[in-house]
């Protein structure tokens, strides 16, 4: 796969392609030959059924895909010089569309420099993923299963490849990691279009791994993951490989989740360290204490956390986070400060999201939790959140159904850029899947009940 910036120079593209962003956090795209892409249709862009993309209904559907020509990289493919652009969306009157991913960031944003906290907001985003050489999965009425396989040891072709063990492999090295190749590519390729990364490594399990990439403001960081996990599903699939951002997709092995670090900047400096608790400053603990509060009651899982199996990688047992706790240097907590950092350098990481979220909802979502505990000057030790006083009150909900119904009850912190629409067509999506999987029993039911 090889991509690069655009140099601003149309002569030598074949082919113009605009992405557009579905409401699951999908790219989309349409490909536009180079003779009909002129200055006019960049400019106004092209109309589009978004009743396919999740967020429009069929009678009101027509939309318009306007490129941002910020966003342009050049892809060369077979023979063929690719121009790709993100696009907002705009209604046919010419008003952006506020269900839109793009749109919500740049709403959250706004609320932001609006609300004088602070002027931007840095997010860095961690990306762990497993790989697979096979993957096949089927459902049906009369059967129900899924089976993969990786060269690291799992599945029937490899069940005699010497490894180090199922869950032995963190920051392993050749040739034990055999999967390096992939991530060199698609670091490189994130570098060459200019996605910031801090580093790349082999994680605890077999065919488990993580790309690390570097702050950026949270105006482009949606923009920059999508881009990240399509580059590295395209870059697997050219050397034969799956690659899946599925929270949990095996049996007793730790999950995947998409954790991010944070800060607000004011005037250029982050306002939050300070002279409290962890080196935090007032901000960021009610920052902190913004997030625990919403994602006690569900309403930020529902979009952090927005899949049934979101919910079997969040169980005791494997780091991930199943309470409102936050702490420094813990893995466990579901805020954590980390350890390693400077007096000066705090922040923080919020480590209960996966990358099933819609990025754009995710970010913006976790940003106005955050937002609305510094306006009400929240106090995380007094919530009870420091993870040496926290009681078991302050459990996650556990279960698609459960967060849903917690978004319903509390999500006016969202209203800056989450509209009422919204808030449903995502609520009734969500509850379809929830019933879909849950509707259907799983093997270890017949295990444990069918005799």
Not at 346 to 358: L, P, Q
Not at 402 to 411: E, F, M, P, R, Y
Request: hydrophobic share 40%; with cysteine.
């Amino acid at each position: 796969m090889k991509l690069s910036q655009w140099n601003g120079d149309l002569g030598g593209i074949d082919y113009v392609s605009l992405i557009v962003i579905d409401i699951d956090g999908r790219m989309r795209a349409v490909s536009l030959p180079s003779s009909f892409a002129d200055e006019a249709v960049l400019k106004k862009g092209i109309g589009f059924d978004a009743s396919n993309f999740g967020y429009a209904k069929v009678h009101a559907s027509d939309m318009v895909a306007v490129p941002d020509m910020d966003t342009a990289f050049v892809e060369q493919k077979d023979e063929f010089n690719i121009l790709h652009l993100f696009c907002d969306v705009r209604t046919t009157e010419g008003e952006l569309f506020g269900q839109y991913p793009r749109s919500v960031i740049r709403a959250a944003n706004a609320a932001l420099m609006e609300s004088g906290i602070g002027d931007d907001i840095k997010m860095l985003v961690e990306l762990e993923f497993y790989v697979f050489e096979e993957v096949r999965y089927s459902t049906a009425t009369d059967h129900s299963y899924y089976f993969v396989e990786s060269s690291e040891g799992i599945g029937e072709d490899y069940s005699d490849t010497p490894w180090i063990g199922l869950s032995q492999g963190y920051h392993r090295m050749a040739p034990e990691d055999r999967y390096q190749l992939l991530r060199n590519r698609a670091v490189k390729t994130m570098i060459d279009v200019g996605i910031p990364v801090k580093y790349h490594h082999h994680e605890v399990v077999a065919a488990q791994l993580e790309i690390e990439l570097d702050f950026i403001s949270m105006a482009k960081a949606g923009d920059a993951v999508s881009l990240a996990k399509w580059i590295l599903r395209s870059e697997a699939d050219e050397l034969g490989l799956k690659v899946t951002f599925m929270p949990k997709p095996m049996y007793k092995v730790a999950g995947s989740g998409m954790h991010v670090h944070q800060f607000i900047e004011k005037a250029k400096a982050s306002i939050f360290p300070g002279e409290e608790l962890y080196g935090l400053s007032r901000e960021g603990l009610a920052y902190t204490a913004g997030l625990l509060s919403h994602a006690l009651t569900g309403s930020l899982l529902a979009f952090s956390n927005p899949s049934t199996n979101s919910y079997r990688r969040l169980v005791p047992g494997y780091e991930a986070p199943v309470s409102a706790t936050f702490a420094q240097g813990s893995r466990a907590a579901a805020v954590r400060i980390p350890g390693y950092l400077r007096k000066g350098e705090a922040r923080i990481e919020f480590r209960t999201g996966d990358a099933t979220a819609n990025v754009y909802y995710f970010l913006a979502a976790m940003l106005l939790a955050g937002l609305d505990g510094i306006k009400k000057e929240l106090d995380p030790v007094a919530l009870g959140f420091a993870s040496e006083t926290a009681s078991v009150q302050h459990v996650f909900p556990t279960g698609l159904f459960n967060v849903l119904a917690g978004l319903k009850k509390d999500h006016s912190y969202l209203s800056a850029a989450f509209s009422e629409e919204l808030i449903e067509t995502w609520i009734a999506r969500k509850e379809k899947e929830a019933s879909y999987v849950y509707n259907a029993p799983v093997p270890q039911e017949y295990e444990l009940y069918f005799d």
